[in-house]
């Protein structure tokens, strides 16, 4: 077989020319693209139902068959060739079925047709089902007629497209020719469905809320902008939903979730998006713990419904889902983690010099709390391979988190932690409308001195509290870090079907 990825481009042009004049010459025998062919069946149903007969048991019964989809392999030899039909099924042939055609049995005409076929033409086929010597399902074709025509030559059949970067750039053709690609993407809309369904077994209410901000806010991130012309506005792509989530809760929905498309102005890596998904839910009268054990809940049943266990791998090593993950303080975690005493994770001079021996300047302000969340970010983050919650975070870098009534330094917050990755970030949220107001001015404040991600002021989220929010919860979780763990992807770009990518020259 000629493939397009190791063709130069002159044979490639060539293939596709070719191509053309076949279409042309369909085009001027009649319809060029059919639109009437319904399939009855599907590949991965039928390899499901008869795979395992015999074909003694299988072909007397002379099973009706309407199948559609592209071809991918064919061999022509003499009277009767084989093709290899693959469809939009999922099952563990990846919805694809054999088809055998023989020229008695089709004619000279049809089977003439059949020895023409170019590998990616879309074919409606119809026969009877039986099983070859090798005991492959297979349809005995009485009738195959070509849907569409395929003018662009397919990757490679065995490797699939070798650059990496094509593969997000055209991931259509990815899709046709990496059957761990197509799988990756049903993983991934059988842990969103699952994530969907826990979430209203458990009483939430599933909303929508406004992907266009007057006001950026929700998370500490550097927004993109637009202009609304009709209100003569600017305004901002989402960054996250949370202020509007915790609205609804002020207004009497107790329990709300949102599976949701944000945006954040910052880099691309193999971590980050600009356009990602997350899942972010609010529980009225829930505090963080009530979060991290229904989070570690929700985690333990996503992998379950998407990869069949709660014990992952992930990069040759094992994730246990299935275990009960683990709990520290950000003070803790340096003691565990990071080789420092009882007494060193709570002197704010050996953390300073801690940090500057690893090259990290610490700014003169930043107190005993905040050089432990750096000295965290630092050594600890990366060794969190174990699912860990982290908790306690200083109330300086959690500007929407509840302080902790036991120690008002820090938050009733916590993060957590998978293969040195963040995937959760939750806390009791902060429902008094006047120290918000205060840490939204410390937040304008830092803004003003230059930090682009710093929040702004959001009067009518003020305004909300108010009113009044009773005691909540709040957790996000980042859906596309979820997949990237249960399908071993290495690389945020596996799990979007459309990554984000510089324009092609």
Same mark, same amino acid.
């Given at each position: 077989?000629?493939?397009?990825?190791?063709?130069?481009?002159?044979?490639?042009?060539?293939?596709?020319?070719?191509?053309?004049?076949?279409?042309?010459?369909?085009?001027?025998?009649?319809?060029?693209?059919?639109?009437?062919?319904?399939?009855?069946?599907?590949?991965?149903?039928? #390899?499901?139902?008869?795979?395992?007969?015999?074909?003694?048991?299988?072909?007397? #019964?002379?099973?009706?068959?309407?199948?559609?989809?592209?071809?991918?392999?064919?061999?022509?030899?003499?009277?009767?060739?084989?093709?290899?039909?693959?469809?939009?099924?999922?099952?563990?042939?990846?919805?694809?079925?054999?088809?055998?055609?023989?020229?008695?049995?089709?004619?000279?005409?049809?089977?003439?047709?059949?020895?023409?076929?170019?590998?990616?033409?879309?074919?409606?086929?119809?026969?009877?089902?039986?099983?070859?010597?090798?005991?492959?399902?297979?349809?005995?074709?009485?009738?195959?007629?070509?849907?569409?025509?395929?003018?662009?030559?397919?990757?490679?059949?065995?490797?699939?497209?070798?650059?990496?970067?094509?593969?997000?750039? #055209?991931?259509?053709?990815?899709?046709?020719?990496?059957?761990?690609?197509?799988?990756?993407?049903?993983?991934?809309?059988?842990?969103?469905?699952?994530?969907?369904?826990?979430?209203?077994?458990?009483?939430?209410?599933?909303?929508?809320?406004?992907?266009?901000?007057?006001?950026?806010?929700?998370?500490?991130?550097?927004?993109?902008?637009?202009?609304?012309?009709?209100?003569?506005?600017?305004?901002?792509?989402?960054?996250?939903?949370?202020?509007?989530?915790?609205?609804?809760?002020?207004?009497?929905?107790?329990?709300?979730?949102?599976?949701?498309?944000?945006?954040?102005?910052?880099?691309?890596?193999?971590?980050?998006?600009?356009?990602?998904?997350?899942?972010?839910?609010?529980?009225?009268?829930?505090?963080?713990?009530?979060?991290?054990?229904?989070?570690?809940?929700?985690l333990r049943h996503a992998a379950r419904m998407a990869t069949g266990s709660?014990?992952?791998?992930?990069?040759?090593?094992?994730?246990?889902?299935?275990?009960?993950?683990?709990?520290?303080?950000?003070?803790?975690s340096l003691v565990v983690h990071a080789g420092l005493t009882d007494a060193?994770?709570?002197?704010?001079?050996?953390?300073?010099?801690?940090?500057?021996?690893?090259?990290?300047?610490?700014?003169?302000?930043?107190?005993?709390?905040?050089? #432990?969340?750096?000295?965290?970010?630092?050594?600890?983050?990366?060794?969190?391979?174990?699912?860990?919650?982290?908790?306690?975070?200083?109330?300086?870098?959690?500007?929407?988190?509840?302080?902790?009534?036991?120690?008002?330094?820090?938050?009733?917050?916590?993060?957590?932690?998978?293969?040195?990755?963040?995937?959760?970030?939750?806390?009791?949220?902060?429902?008094?409308?006047?120290?918000?107001?205060?840490?939204?001015?410390?937040?304008?404040?830092?803004?003003?001195?230059?930090?682009?991600?710093?929040?702004?002021?959001?009067?009518?989220?003020?305004?909300?509290?108010?009113?009044?929010?009773?005691?909540?919860?709040?957790?996000?979780?980042?859906?596309?870090?979820?997949?990237?763990?249960?399908?071993?992807?290495?690389?945020?770009?596996?799990?979007?079907?459309?990554?984000?990518?510089?324009?092609?020259?």
């Open positions: 077989m000629t493939t397009h990825d190791a063709l130069p481009p002159d044979d490639d042009n060539k293939l596709i020319a070719e191509r053309r004049e076949k279409l042309a010459a369909i085009r001027q025998r009649g319809v060029a693209f059919p639109n009437h062919f319904k399939p009855k069946q599907h590949a991965a149903d039928l #390899q499901q139902k008869y795979g395992e007969l015999a074909n003694e048991e299988l072909e007397p #019964q002379g099973i009706p068959v309407a199948v559609a989809g592209r071809v991918m392999l064919k061999r022509v030899m003499g009277k009767a060739s084989f093709a290899t039909l693959q469809d939009g099924s999922f099952g563990k042939t990846h919805g694809r079925i054999q088809l055998f055609a023989a020229k008695d049995a089709l004619g000279d005409e049809a089977y003439e047709q059949f020895k023409h076929l170019d590998l990616g033409d879309i074919v409606g086929a119809e026969g009877t089902l039986f099983k070859t010597r090798t005991g492959e399902l297979s349809v005995k074709l009485t009738s195959i007629q070509l849907l569409t025509k395929n003018l662009r030559p397919l990757p490679d059949k065995f490797h699939g497209m070798a650059d990496q970067e094509m593969k997000y750039r #055209q991931r259509y053709a990815d899709l046709i020719t990496d059957e761990t690609s197509r799988a990756r993407f049903v993983a991934r809309s059988k842990a969103v469905s699952s994530i969907r369904s826990f979430m209203v077994e458990h009483g939430f209410l599933e909303v929508e809320t406004p992907m266009l901000h007057p006001i950026p806010g929700g998370a500490n991130a550097k927004p993109f902008k637009t202009h609304h012309n009709a209100l003569d506005q600017e305004m901002f792509l989402r960054i996250a939903p949370e202020l509007y989530l915790k609205r609804l809760v002020v207004g009497g929905f107790e329990r709300v979730f949102e599976i949701n498309r944000s945006f954040r102005n910052e880099g691309i890596s193999v971590r980050h998006n600009p356009e990602f998904t997350m899942m972010e839910f609010y529980a009225a009268y829930w505090n963080y713990h009530d979060l991290m054990d229904f989070t570690e809940a929700l709660a014990s992952v791998t992930y990069n040759g090593k094992a994730v246990e889902l299935d275990k009960p993950f683990a709990r520290l303080s950000v003070r803790e060193e994770s709570t002197d704010a001079r050996v953390l300073h010099d801690k940090l500057k021996s690893l090259g990290e300047e610490p700014p003169a302000h930043w107190g005993l709390a905040e050089l #432990q969340f750096g000295l965290f970010e630092a050594v600890v983050e990366e060794k969190l391979w174990q699912p860990t919650f982290i908790i306690d975070y200083p109330v300086e870098v959690s500007p929407l988190a509840r302080a902790s009534d036991a120690n008002p330094k820090v938050t009733e917050r916590f993060e957590l932690f998978i293969t040195g990755r963040e995937y959760a970030n939750g806390f009791s949220e902060l429902n008094d409308a006047e120290d918000q107001a205060a840490r939204f001015r410390a937040q304008v404040a830092n803004k003003e001195a230059g930090d682009e991600e710093a929040m702004y002021y959001d009067a009518d989220f003020i305004r909300a509290l108010e009113y009044g929010m009773p005691p909540t919860g709040g957790c996000g979780v980042g859906l596309d870090r979820l997949v990237m763990l249960l399908t071993d992807s290495p690389s945020i770009r596996d799990v979007i079907l459309f990554p984000a990518l510089r324009r092609e020259a």
